[in-house]
């Protein structure tokens, strides 16, 4: 089943462990609309929650979920309780103004049917997805400006998508820097005997080369079954480093320093990479964007706490991002952009599917 290949995917990334604000202060904050929304591919609907506030043409953002069966608002299947962490993101930057549509990932919860058998999805359906999601928002007269926000595996994939659709802007938030088959050899080689990671070696050589692989040891078919290898293949060939090299518009890295997933030399290698990046490194902050120790036991409960906010230093600094860095200049060149394009491929998608 699909889940399996989000389960893999968490284990790629980590273990999952069992100034400027438009408020005025004293003014009441119109609670935002929020509202059902989806795009349509050839295999199915993607679904997701669009907010909005109530203020005229706001900013809005696409929230992409990291690792994982995460769902829209950031919680996963695997974990017996939700933390709502994109969940709470999104009611935070409303209150900022900002406007935000978050989506369960393809074979994630209401979004499950929109996949038919494991071995048609890629890394590269996903960010096709993030892609249509951009482009459904970008021809959306409301919005004033589109920026994409990936999350965890979701920086890789939004920042390949906000390439593709040269949105305004990009934030990484605990978004690793190097390729996800080089993470997996991190984390397996101390929990491997010897002959096995000769196997693995054996295997992610040749899915780094872009071949499959037909002889898989039992022991490792969870990680390298026949279904889930061209997934693998399509993600090895990113670098999250050399793609947000590519990105022109504006980039926030925002890292917390308590964060047991995702370091924060992942966040520095990004800074080094795209210089002119805004990197943002919160004190306290954990993978799942809640003020945590490192002790495992605490940091386990943020991750099945909806009650805990998220880090206000986070949505403060995206915020203040947006509203900084979005400039007229930058809206001005998607619209004629926008002009320009003949939609074609947008509209491809669209009109598929049921």
Known sequence: MFLHLHRLIALLIGPIVPAFSL???GATI????STAVHITTPTGRIHGTQLVPKSNQPPVVLIIAGSGPTDRDGNSAVLPKPNNSLKLLAEGLAEYGIASVRYDKRGVAESASAVRQEAD???DTLVEDAALWVQQLQSDSRFSSVTVIGHSEGSLIGMIAAHKTEADAFVSIAGPARKASEVLRDQLRPRLSDPLWQESERILTALEQGDTVAAVPPQLEVLYR??????LISWF???PAEEIQRLTMPVLIAQGTTDIQVPVSEAEALKLAKPDAELVIIEG???VLKLAPLEHEQQLATYMDPSLPVVPELVESISQFIHSRVTTESISQRENQRDNANGNHYLVFRNAGP
């Open 285 to 287: 902050m954990n993978h």
């Open 121 to 123: 999805v890629t890394f």
């Open 23 to 25: 408020l005025i202060a």
């Open 237 to 239: 060939r990113y670098i």
């Open 226 to 231: 026949p279904s889930i290898q061209p997934y």
């Open 30 to 33: 119109p609670e935002p609309e």
